[in-house]
């Protein structure tokens, strides 16, 4: 099995000696399809996309005030942690938020600091669609989708989201099975990014389902959801990494970028990818369904090979 850890090493040096950037490039405009698709979604790269919403009214609008005003009243699901991180590892255990029904005033109160919100964090991060199921009133400040990338794949967006929280939210490492344009609005959001390539250096595990609960006294006790399948999720934070547990993440060649307001990030289906944000931030994505051709099937063969490894 040695051999077999060597090779998939070499593998994944292989795809950032070829074809891989050392930091993630950027882009002066929106792209032609034809010329996106081949020049970073066929070799699954990431780039930052500048000017590529400018005539959007919501990098103008999106005020704490107007938002009051446009949808101040709404009733919109917001997760709740203790400590910022939402679906996440802690300890032996795969954490996921205190889902609230909250006003969207309430939340801007929060974050604009003008209310004392009782302990926690506080992310507006659901998805499926949140922004065009909660929040149907802001969609005509964006797009329903993003024409340019429609056409290079040849489909519309299954999920449009809208994201806003504090400083301290944070979306732990993950991938998804998505194409992503990631699109920040205001503020700014912190990106650690690790190809597919670099999956033999990322560590799973599988992890008992619980759920955040806020007590009347403040406090936050952890509930397991027992009638729950476990759940495989990476235990490794990239920005404190204990490479004495996780020796292997020595090998990893993440890349960091921070993507401004006014600015696209594109980040490839499958891509691993951990997020902070500036306080206040305010981000729309758009997620386009990947094919599932053989760049798919090579990277469950990747995932199965890392597994036997590590059993071994």
């Known amino acids: 099995m040695e051999a077999v850890r060597n090779r998939l090493a070499e593998c994944s040096q292989e ?7 050392q930091s993630v490039p950027y882009l002066d405009g929106p792209p032609e399809p034809l010329q996106f698709h081949r020049d970073w979604i066929a070799p699954n790269k990431p780039c930052i996309i500048r ?15 107007y938002l009051r005003e446009k ?29 609230r029904q909250m006003s969207f005033s ?52 299954d999920a449009v989201n809208f994201w806003l929280g504090e400083a301290n939210a944070i979306t732990s490492m993950h991938k998804d099975h998505y194409e992503n344009l990631y699109c920040v609005v205001s503020g700014e959001k912190h990106f650690v990014l690790m190809p597919p390539t670099d999956r033999p250096f990322i560590p799973y595990g599988l992890f008992q389902p619980a759920i955040y609960h ?4 403040g406090e936050f006790e952890v509930i397991d959801q027992s009638d729950s399948e476990m759940v495989p999720w990476i ?28 600015e696209m990030l594109y980040l490839p289906s499958l891509w691993f990818h951990h997020v902070q944000q500036s306080h206040g931030c305010i981000a729309v994505n758009f997620w386009y369904d990947m094919d599932y051709d053989i760049k798919y099937n090579y990277f469950q063969l990747l995932e199965a090979l890392c597994e036997v490894t590590r059993s071994t």
């Open 106 to 157: 309430s939340v801007l109160d929060i974050i604009e600091g003008k209310v004392d919100k009782g302990g926690g964090v506080f992310y507006v991060q659901k998805q499926c669609s949140n922004l065009l199921q909660e929040l149907p009133e802001l969609t005509a400040d964006v797009q329903p989708h993003i024409a340019w990338m429609s056409t290079a794949l040849g489909k519309l967006p």
């Open 71 to 99: 949808v101040g009243s709404k009733v919109i699901s917001v997760a709740v942690t203790p400590n910022g991180y939402a679906d996440a590892v802690n300890g032996d255990r795969f954490v996921m938020p205190e889902e």
């Open 235 to 262: 235990p490794l934070d990239p920005l404190n990494p204990d490479l004495e547990r996780f020796p292997q993440y020595r090998r990893a060649r993440p890349l960091h970028c921070s993507v401004k307001a006014g």
């Open 51 to 65: 000017n590529a919403f400018s005539h959007w009214p919501a990098l103008a609008k999106w005020s704490p005030d």
């Open 214 to 217: 806020q007590r009347d006294d």
């Open 15 to 21: 795809a950032h000696d070829l074809y891989l950037n």
